[in-house]
């Protein structure tokens, strides 16, 4: 488990910026507004895989300590875990096929679709499973995905915008840990 000083620093601005992005949140329901998902999304794009997987789950750890071990009870702490696979399937797909603007753009819908797959699931348990809610599918549905759409619409463009604009800037580094 090998990392050069550079994917070690890289890991952990990114881990950082995503951390910090969750304290600027807007209330919507169970789950806040923040510009998290941004960040996750610029992870995967500008780090390899294993490096994205090392500082999504820098952020978990983050998280986890900072705001204690009830993170895990809150609905959405399983958006976070999302981040991490989000993060490691969006540079999965850029590490095996070329770089552009559509494999980035492709990548990144994936990605997204994945932090719902795990978010969604996690956040309907706890508010059904652990807090005693009686909410319907469509309601977490509603509540954890159709009102974020737009939102995230915006983010993907801008981390797209972003990761091709720094992808010769960044280099990709191929250390495997």
């Known amino acids: ?15 950082a910026l995503t951390f910090i992005s969750g304290f600027i949140s ?33 952020h978990i750890v983050l ?11 809150t609905p ?4 976070v875990f999302g981040f991490a696979a989000g993060a490691y399937v969006i540079a999965f797909i850029l590490e095996k096929y070329r770089f552009s ?6 990548a990144v819908l994936i990605g997204s679709l994945i932090i719902y797959l795990i978010g969604l699931p996690y956040m309907a348990f706890i508010l ?3 807090l005693g809610s009686n909410l319907s599918v469509f309601q977490i549905f509603q509540m954890g ?12 463009v801008i981390a797209i ?4 604009r720094l992808h010769g800037k960044i280099a990709r580094s191929q250390t495997s840990i």
């Open 101 to 106: 603007m559509q494999t980035v753009s492709v």
């Open 63 to 73: 998280v986890v300590l900072i705001n204690g071990f009830q993170s895990f009870l």
């Open 145 to 156: 995905m159709l009102i974020f759409i737009p939102g995230d619409i915006i983010k993907a």
């Open 26 to 58: 807007i209330p919507l329901g169970p789950i806040p507004l923040t510009l998290q998902t941004l960040f996750a999304l610029l992870t995967g794009i500008l780090l390899t895989k294993n490096n994205a997987l090392v500082s999504q789950g820098l």
């Open 161 to 164: 915008a972003l990761g091709l």
């Open 76 to 79: 959405s702490f399983g958006f």
């Open 1 to 15: 488990m090998k990392m050069s000083a550079r994917d070690l620093t890289y890991c952990s601005v990114m881990a």
């Open 128 to 130: 059904n499973g652990y």
